[in-house]
């Protein structure tokens, strides 16, 4: 059975910092990418980060020089580190294994960003 389970969501002001973490278990075969998405209140789902095998990174536009992802491939683990964080970044962020066979979901972990 794969997990993958995210933490370190929470209340922060403006100007702020929070780090995510993500750790992926079970029989994941074959991991491409990990990452992470977010979804704001009434709109859809965007990617903020990903690291993929080959060592290089993505990053939305608006997150760029603001957020640093890492990867652990071995331990099967990301982070996302959010500095400098705005009010538009509030929203459920969910990690993102992408495997040769299927992608998996976390449960989503909540970030608010107070003004």
């Known amino acids: 059975q794969v997990q993958v389970v995210e933490s370190g969501g929470g209340l922060v002001q403006a100007g702020g910092s929070l780090k995510l973490s993500c750790a992926a278990s079970g029989n994941i075969f074959g991991i491409n990418s990990m990452g992470w998405y977010r979804q704001a209140p009434g709109k859809q789902r965007e990617l903020v980060a990903m690291a993929t095998n080959d060592g290089s990174t993505a990053y939305s536009d608006s997150v760029k020089g603001r957020f640093i992802i890492s990867r652990d491939k071995a331990k099967m683990t990301v982070t996302l580190q959010m500095n400098s964080l705005k009010p538009e970044d509030t929203g459920v962020y969910y990690c993102?294994?992408?495997?040769?066979?299927?992608?998996?979901w976390g449960q989503g972990t909540q970030v608010v960003v107070a003004s």
């Open positions: 993102n294994v992408v495997s040769i066979l299927a992608p998996y």
